[in-house]
């Protein structure tokens, strides 16, 4: 498929919905309530019970993969958007 070809009914509603998915993953922020325990958790490392270590430890290992996952998800978008400008990849 070239960025001149026009983009088919199918592969174009298929294409908006994987953008949009992969907008979201991009967007993902951490519920209030959640990244205040982990801030909690942080400022407290050094006294921390062995069940709230593990739980820190859990949480640096979420965060950690999700940091990769959000940018695997905005090179998805960027590549999307230059081989098919006409597909939407913003909010």
Same mark, same amino acid.
């Given at each position: ?13 298929? =294409?908006?919905?994987?953008?949009a ?13 959640l990244?205040?325990?982990? =801030? ?15 739980? +820190? =430890? ?9 940091s ?8 998805? +978008?960027?590549? =999307? ?8 990849t913003?909010?």
């Amino acid at each position: 498929m070239s960025a001149t070809a026009p983009v088919e009914p199918v592969w174009q509603a298929a =294409l908006t919905s994987s953008a949009a998915a992969l907008r979201r993953i991009a967007d993902y922020r951490l519920p209030p309530e959640l990244d205040r325990r982990v =801030l909690d958790l942080g400022e407290r490392k050094e006294s921390l019970t062995p069940d709230e270590r593990a739980e +820190l =430890l859990a949480w640096v290992t979420f965060t950690q993969q999700r940091s990769v996952e959000k940018l695997e998800a905005e090179v998805a +978008l960027r590549r =999307l958007s230059a081989i098919c400008p006409e597909v939407p990849t913003n909010p």
